[in-house]
C-alpha cells in the first residue's frame, strides 16, 4: 500500500464512488495507516461537511466500515470519530436529505448500537438527535399521488445509485463485519500504542517482523558457497608480485581471465552485501520499533491491570460491608403454618 499523506487521502475520498468495493478499497487502506488516525479524521470531518448531501451517506458507509475493521487492531479509530459524532449528527440534521437516505442512517446507527460499536450513552443522545430529525421529516412528506408521481420519473442514474447504495447495505449487514458479542468484552481492552514509530509512523506487525528476519538467513554474508569460491581464488589474482613469474604469453592471457572472473564475483558479492547492509539497518529499525511499541503496550497493560485491581479491591470492600449490614439486620420470626392459626370467630359467636 501507498505510503500516507493528507494530499493522498483527500484526492482518494473525492474520487471514491458510493460502491462497496471502492469503499473496502479505501478502508483498508484507512486501517492500516491507523497510526495517522488525526489526520484521516480531520480530513474526513471537513469534506462531509462540504461535500454534496448526495456524497454524505457514502462518507458514513466509508468511516463504518473503518471503525468497524480496525478494531482488532486497536480502538484509535473508535475513540477519534465517538469525538466528532455529535458533531456529524447535527451537521446531518441540519441538511436537506431525502427520506430514504435518512432511513439508511438509521439503519447505521442501529447496527452500532446491536454491535457495540460505540459507547451507549453516547448512542443514545444521538439516537434522539436523529429521532427529532426523522420526525420532521416524516411531517415534510408528500401525498401518497405526488411520491408516486415522483418516483416514475426517477432517473437511470438514480437507479443506478440506488443499486449501488443496497450493495454497501448488503455489506452492512455482512457477517463478516459483525462481531460475536460473546467476545466483545476481550475486544473491547483492545491495547494499541498511543503515538506512531519514528520510522515508517507504523509499528510493523509481528508477521512481518517475523518474515523480515527469516529473510536475513538467506543473505549474503550467509552465503557459504560463494564464501567458499572466494577462499580457493588463486593468489596470483590478488598479488601483483605474482607478475613476475609469467613465463609466457599464454599464462598471461590465463592469468587474465581468471582475474576477470574473480573480479565478476567479487563485484557481484560486494553488491549483494550492500543490499544486505541496507536490509540489516531497515529490521534494526523495524525491530527497534517494535520493542518500543511493545514496551508502550506492556505499560498500558500494567495501567489497566492497576485500574482493575482497584476495582476489585472495591468490589471486595462493598462485599465487606453488604454482609455486615446484613447480619447487622434485626431477626425477622418465622410466621407460624396457616394450617395452624386459629379460626376468626364469626359473626355468631360474638354474641354467645
Known amino acids: 500500500m501507498g505510503g500516507y499523506t493528507e494530499a493522498e487521502f483527500e484526492k482518494r475520498l473525492l474520487e471514491l464512488r458510493d460502491s462497496q468495493k471502492e469503499i473496502q478499497s479505501l478502508s483498508a487502506w484507512l486501517v492500516h495507516h491507523r497510526a495517522q488516525?488525526?489526520?484521516?479524521?480531520?480530513?474526513?470531518?471537513?469534506?462531509?461537511?462540504?461535500?454534496?448531501?448526495?456524497?454524505?451517506?457514502?462518507?458514513?458507509?466509508?468511516?463504518?466500515?473503518v471503525v468497524?475493521?480496525?478494531?482488532?487492531?486497536?480502538?484509535?479509530?473508535?475513540?477519534?470519530?465517538?469525538?466528532?459524532?455529535?458533531?456529524?449528527?447535527?451537521?446531518?440534521?441540519?441538511?436537506?436529505?431525502?427520506?430514504?437516505?435518512?432511513t439508511s442512517i438509521g439503519r447505521l446507527l442501529s447496527i452500532w448500537d446491536e454491535r457495540q460499536i460505540f459507547d451507549k450513552t453516547l448512542l443514545k443522545d444521538v439516537g434522539q438527535l436523529w429521532s427529532k430529525k426523522r420526525s420532521k421529516l416524516k411531517h415534510r412528506q408528500p401525498s401518497g399521488g405526488n411520491r408516486t408521481s415522483t418516483e416514475s420519473r426517477m432517473s437511470a442514474e438514480e437507479r443506478r445509485k440506488s443499486a449501488e447504495i443496497a450493495d454497501i447495505d448488503e455489506m452492512l449487514e455482512s457477517p463478516l463485519l459483525k462481531l460475536n458479542p460473546t467476545k466483545h468484552h476481550e475486544e473491547s481492552i483492545t491495547l494499541s500504542p498511543r503515538m506512531g514509530s519514528p520510522g515508517s509512523g507504523d509499528p510493523p506487525e509481528p508477521d512481518e517482523l517475523i518474515t523480515a528476519l527469516q529473510d536475513l538467513e538467506n543473505a549474503a554474508s550467509s552465503d557459504a558457497e560463494v564464501r567458499e569460491k572466494i577462499a580457493k581464488l588463486p593468489p596470483e589474482v590478488s598479488e601483483a608480485a605474482k607478475l613476475d613469474n609469467l613465463e609466457s604469453y599464454e599464462e598471461g592471457q590465463n592469468l587474465m581471465v581468471q582475474v576477470e572472473s574473480a573480479s565478476q564475483l567479487l563485484t557481484t558479492y560486494n553488491f549483494r552485501l550492500q543490499e544486505e547492509l541496507k536490509e540489516r539497518k531497515k529490521v534494526g529499525t523495524m525491530v527497534s520499533e517494535f520493542l518500543s511499541a511493545q514496551k508502550e503496550l506492556l505499560a498500558q497493560a500494567e495501567e489497566r491491570l492497576e485500574v482493575y485491581h482497584e476495582k476489585l479491591e472495591t468490589i471486595k470492600n462493598l462485599k465487606e460491608e453488604l454482609k455486615s449490614h446484613i447480619a447487622a439486620l434485626p431477626d425477622i420470626p418465622v410466621l407460624p403454618s396457616s394450617s395452624r392459626l386459629v379460626p376468626l370467630p364469626n359473626a355468631g359467636d360474638l354474641f354467645h
Open 37 to 65: 488516525n488525526k489526520s484521516v479524521m480531520k480530513i474526513w470531518y471537513k469534506n462531509f461537511k462540504t461535500g454534496h448531501k448526495n456524497r454524505k451517506l457514502t462518507f458514513l458507509y466509508l468511516v463504518n466500515d
Open 68 to 102: 468497524q475493521n480496525s478494531r482488532r487492531k486497536g480502538p484509535e479509530y473508535v475513540k477519534e470519530f465517538s469525538m466528532i459524532l455529535m458533531r456529524v449528527f447535527h451537521h446531518l440534521a441540519m441538511s436537506d436529505i431525502d427520506d430514504k437516505t435518512a
